[in-house]
């Protein structure tokens, strides 16, 4: 899949939002990628990770976990096409776990997926659950990378889509300044 056909699938999906955006990892943003709104489509969320799943498939992984909320469709769909288990992690007294009777054997190889990187704390949340148990990560990979190249994980990210869009601290975001309200559009709580 090239760029362009990712973009054509983010847009016609109605998924790229204009505003002021409180993002999950405590960013600002005048720009937010709604992934649910591509991944409500079987066949766009099917397209984007059979496309993934070809830049995956050579190394062979064990599993795919993706964090919850925004990792677990793309986790399952890329799954699916890599003919793997599907597993996600998901906060329980604010701290990411392994639950619902999911297990990780010692030496598994792992993809982390997501549907949005900005700055990877999610992703590193889960690789902490990944590692406690002994897996081993092989792969990131996300439908959307925003953080400008600059989300760094020891191993290869490997996306759909790649958007420059800024994202500032809220001590230095331009739309704070001006009063424009801020809406928190993720999953996770602050």
């Known amino acids: 899949m090239n760029q362009e056909r990712g973009l054509e699938i983010f847009s016609g999906s109605g998924a790229l939002l204009s505003g002021h955006f409180l993002l999950s990892s405590g960013l600002h943003s005048d720009r937010y990628m709604q992934c649910a709104l591509v991944l409500q489509n079987p066949a766009a969320a099917s397209e984007l990770c059979a496309a993934l799943a070809e830049k995956l498939r050579p190394l062979k992984p064990d599993f795919v976990i993706g964090p919850a909320m925004g990792g677990i469709l793309v986790a399952y769909e890329l799954a699916r096409h890599l003919g793997v288990r599907a597993l996600f992690a998901e906060r329980e007294n604010g701290v990411m776990s392994l639950r619902r009777g999911f297990s990780i054997k010692p030496g598994e ?70 009063n424009i309200p801020l809406v928190k559009p993720g999953s996770r709580a602050k």
């Open 109 to 178: 190889t792992c993809v982390i997926t997501e549907d949005v990187v900005t700055t990877g704390k999610s992703t590193k949340e889960a690789l902490e659950v990944v590692s406690a148990r002994g897996g081993r990560l092989v792969a990131v990979a996300a439908l959307v990378d925003r953080s400008g190249g600059k989300a760094d994980f020891g191993v290869p990210l490997e996306t759909a889509l790649k958007v420059d869009i800024a994202a500032w601290q809220p001590q230095d975001c331009p739309l704070c300044a001006k």
